[in-house]
């Protein structure tokens, strides 16, 4: 799987930078995106040498992806908050992010190469994820619009569950590659589905639970959402077994019910889903504004920065793509979703060529996050779901998510460099292998 | 393993294809109607973050409409001015954020408001890609500021201040001058709608074009096209009792006034309505007075005009006519009804021997560095008369002046060719009309004014009506200018 990714890598950049140097004229000020446009620049390609030097083997076409959207992310993030009045400027604090974001890449790089070490600590990993999301229950977490996400931890704020969702698709991949075969074996029946034993279900259904009971009391919908679906998929496609995702889709169906039934905020957005238009100016806001900014932008956008998806309340995290949508219209937003097929698309290659199931594992898991995450946004923000608060990785403003997301692609970047060593090896002569 | 990783992947793909599908839907198919919803303020927001182009009249540089921006938390914030105020509101119209568009500001918003425009030059689509607030194009009028002012002034200093007046260039169509009075302040109309809407004398109706009026004596131009068409010549001599019985109806002159023996020339100079309704009768008949009619633009709806134009017509078809219709038709009463931008083209129509040009308010658009993006080239709308009897009915009209003595129509230097109106609103006073052009061997501007009411039943006959000078007026500004 050994790839030279330069000319995209270069493609990617040029694209990211015709977009600051439109914010010259948009801004009407010369030096601060140019500053903005090289800093980028810097910080990305230097990483994709790093990439280059210490992972020969790997996949590295995701990172002219990661690119694209964290440069497209951070010329919006700009465009919308940048030296406008009233508004706080977040394009430096995202600008520090990514270079953050690229410093954690490096570190899984060059420290996380053995990764099967930590399907070793794949307990330590539950215990390290219920460990980051109780956080937000401690005097350190607090609330935003409602949803207790945030740990305030001085210096830094951060989203616990960005991280906790990693550790646990770890956890996962780990548990499932070992028990995979007699989770499979069914041992009795209940209404026609064959059910496994729950000797081996149990721990992965005690921690799918679990994590999934705090998310929805902390009144994170999006990442309950992710928290229920990936592990799901992965037992889908560990095990091979359709009862897994029927059963799935009748807990989803009674679970929806329930936190429906229980939760105000849960029947507000599924009312502003249903019928925005019945109040337009309160919780039917939101939504109205995305679609109107969306629909403005028609076939080819308003142009950067002459749309007015600044009327969306929240639009730098997310609702970006409506930005996106708004601004570059329905050819861009469409080339933008397609660069989320494409990432995701190497994600499951990485998972097919992946020498062991729990890299398979690994690799699948962190690629559904990616693309589940992604459709749950860009459905919520479409009107196509009901809208569940989440991020679009790597182009919405958000440390936590940002970091997240380079974190997640060099994972997938050190399975796919063992397996491409691995094929390298093979075409050698005997003598040559190490 | 591997086949349940591809159908998952097949999942998320097939979400991403739904996804496209949704963008379509809202970017292409209900865009319209999302554009279109009141709680949508994104279209008011663009129409005042942008500055709209310049109006400009047709001398180039008096400017009609501009845009000014105000520095706001959001952003600039644009206002429209308005320099010239009433005079010219009828034609510019308005552009409120919450009373809508009207005029020449929604006629032309395509080029005025640079953000809905396709790109037509270079700089436009540089401009567009970079998505920066490109100012709108600016369109230049073919409106004479001057006559615009001195028309809009004098009919508001009349007996009622309502009527109205339009000059035109025969030769070309360009419309110099379209007036209504009274008209409204655009500069505060957000303020002033409420009672604008509100207020009898209607200010924001324009009388030039929307307003119709029985054009009396002025449709003998008409009616004397339909004579010699017919055969009568000037100096064929008619007989005039003071009367005409018609079963059911009894013609009068104006004024009650009877006249003897007349030729055709004399009866229009002096307006005689019985000989005209003789000649109606006798020679010319229904169908031609109405196929004249026609040819002269009556029951044309000018849907191609660029302002609301309500067209002007006969009342009914001339198989319904008995001999007391086409008696009073002859001379504008009845049913007829029009207004100057109708009489205004007929008057042209007489002065380019009988060919109408595509009346015209926009000589150009440019864009904001210069750039022609549009000029409309002048063109014949139709040929209402062929050039012998437009040209005998010119010296008909010059007898109108010379043989009727209207000193007041008068221009130094240059021979003048009208007719006056004296069109009959019961129970109120008659509408005062004048359409004539100058200078009559080399026709430069026709004129038609009407003035609301503003007849006056004095002893000195037609003469005492307010529109004469105020076409004189016209007529001597634009001709003193010299060489045009």
């Known amino acids: 799987m050994t790839q030279r990714a330069t000319t995209p890598m270069i493609l990617a950049l040029l694209i990211t930078t015709l977009g600051f140097a439109t914010m010259i004229f948009v801004q009407e000020a010369a030096s601060p995106p140019l500053i903005y446009g090289a800093y980028y620049a810097g910080t990305l390609f230097t990483l994709y040498l790093g990439i280059r030097l210490w992972l020969p083997h790997s996949d590295v076409l995701l990172l002219p992806i990661v690119t694209l959207l964290t440069g497209l992310g951070l010329v919006m993030i700009f465009r919308l908050t940048y030296n406008i009045e009233g508004v706080e400027n977040l394009a430096t604090t995202q600008a520090i992010w990514i270079l953050v974001g690229s410093g954690a890449m490096l570190f899984i790089v060059l420290f996380f190469r053995n990764y099967s070490q930590l399907f070793n600590y794949k307990y330590l990993m539950v215990i390290a994820a219920f460990g980051l999301i109780l956080m937000t229950f401690t005097p350190l977490g607090y609330e935003v619009n409602g949803a207790r996400l945030w740990v305030d931890l001085g210096p830094v704020n951060f989203q616990p569950s960005e991280f906790a969702r990693i550790a646990l698709t770890i956890f996962f991949a780990g548990y499932l590659a070992e028990k995979r075969d007699v989770m499979a074996a069914t041992s009795r029946s209940f209404m026609g589905i064959q059910l496994p034993a729950i000797k081996y279900f149990g721990p992965v259904a005690l921690v799918w639970a679990g994590s999934l009971g705090l998310l929805i009391f902390e009144k994170d919908l999006g990442s309950s959402l992710l928290f229920f679906a990936v592990p799901l998929l992965m037992l889908y496609v560990a095990t091979g077994r359709t009862a897994y995702v029927i059963l799935g889709s009748l807990l989803f169906a009674f679970g929806s019910l329930l936190t429906f039934l229980l939760f105000d905020h849960v029947q507000v957005r599924v009312e502003a889903w249903l019928d925005p238009w019945e109040e337009p100016d309160s919780t039917g806001f939101q939504i109205l504004q995305s679609i109107f900014n969306i629909a403005d932008g028609g076939l080819t956008g308003t142009g950067l920065g002459a749309g007015f998806s600044q009327t969306i309340p929240e639009v730098q995290t997310d609702f970006i793509f409506s930005t996106v949508a708004s601004e570059l219209g329905l050819v861009g937003a469409t080339a933008v979703i397609l660069a989320f097929l494409i990432f995701t698309y190497r994600g499951t290659k990485i998972a097919l060529l992946a020498g062991d199931d729990a890299s398979k594992l690994l690799a699948f898991g962190l690629t559904a996050m990616f693309a589940m995450q992604t459709l749950v946004i860009i459905g919520g923000v479409t009107k196509a779901i009901p809208l569940t608060g989440i991020t679009l990785p790597f182009v919405s403003y958000g440390g936590s998510s940002v970091v997240g997301s380079f974190i997640l692609t060099g994972l997938l970047l050190v399975i796919s460099e063992r397996s491409g060593r691995r094929e390298a090896e093979e075409l050698l002569p005997p003598e040559d292998r190490p | ?484």
């Open chain 2, 1 to 484: 393993m591997n086949i349940h990783l591809r159908r998952a992947f097949y999942l998320f793909a097939a979400g991403f294809v739904a996804l496209v599908g949704m963008l379509i839907y809202w970017q292409v198919y209900a865009r319209e109607s999302l554009a279109n919803n009141p709680n949508n303020g994104l279209q008011t927001r663009r129409s005042i973050e942008a500055p709209r182009g310049l109006i400009l009249a047709g001398d180039g540089k008096t400017v009609l409409a501009r845009s000014e921006g105000h520095k706001t938390d959001g952003g600039p914030v644009y206002e429209r001015i308005y320099p010239q105020g009433a005079a010219f509101s009828n034609v510019i119209g308005y552009w409120s954020v919450r009373y809508g568009a009207s005029g020449i500001e929604i006629a032309e918003n395509s080029n005025l408001s640079g953000v809905t425009s396709d790109p037509a030059t270079l700089d436009d689509l540089i401009n567009q890609v970079r998505g920066g607030r490109q100012p709108g194009n600016n369109v230049e009028l073919t409106l004479d500021p001057e006559l615009q002012r001195i028309a809009y002034d004098e009919l508001g200093q009349t007996v009622t201040g309502r009527g109205s007046a339009m000059a035109i260039d025969p030769k070309t169509g360009e419309i110099l001058a379209l007036v209504t009075s009274p008209s409204y302040d655009p500069n505060n109309l957000d303020d002033d709608f409420p009672e604008l809407i509100q207020d009898p004398a209607a200010p924001l109706l324009d009388r030039a074009t929307q307003s119709l009026y029985p054009p009396g004596s002025t449709f003998k131009l008409i009616t004397s096209s339909a004579a010699l068409k017919a055969g009568v010549r000037p100096s064929d001599k008619f007989f005039d009792p003071g009367y005409l019985d018609t079963p059911g109806y009894r013609v009068f002159n104006y004024q009650g006034k009877d006249y003897g023996e007349l030729t055709f020339a004399e009866a229009l100079a002096f307006s005689v309505n019985v000989i005209f309704a003789k000649i109606a009768i006798n020679e010319v008949g229904p169908q031609l007075l109405y196929d004249t009619a026609r040819d002269f633009g009556y029951g044309d709806p000018y849907d191609d005009f660029i302002l609301p134009v309500t067209g002007s017509g006969l009342g009914y078809p001339p198989d319904q006519w008995v001999e007391g219709n086409t008696a009073q038709i002859a001379f504008g009463q009845d049913r007829v009804s029009s207004n100057v931008f109708e009489m205004g083209l007929v008057t042209a129509t007489v002065a380019n021997d009988g060919v109408m040009m595509e009346p015209r308010l926009v000589r150009e658009v440019r864009s904001p560095d210069g750039i022609i993006i549009d000029r409309p080239a002048q063109s014949i709308r139709r040929r209402s008369l062929d050039a012998g009897t437009a040209n005998t009915l010119n010296d008909m009209m010059q007898g109108v002046i010379t043989t009727g003595q209207l000193t007041q129509a008068e221009v130094p230097g240059v021979e003048v060719a009208g007719k006056t109106g004296t069109a009959e609103a019961p129970p109120r006073e008659p509408h005062s009309w004048f359409v004539s052009f100058a200078p009559a061997d080399d026709p430069q501007i026709a004129v038609a004014v009407m003035v609301e009411n503003g007849g006056e039943i004095s002893a000195e006959g037609d003469a005492a009506t307010p529109s004469i000078p105020i076409a004189q007026d016209l007529m001597e500004e634009y001709l003193k200018r010299g060489d045009r």
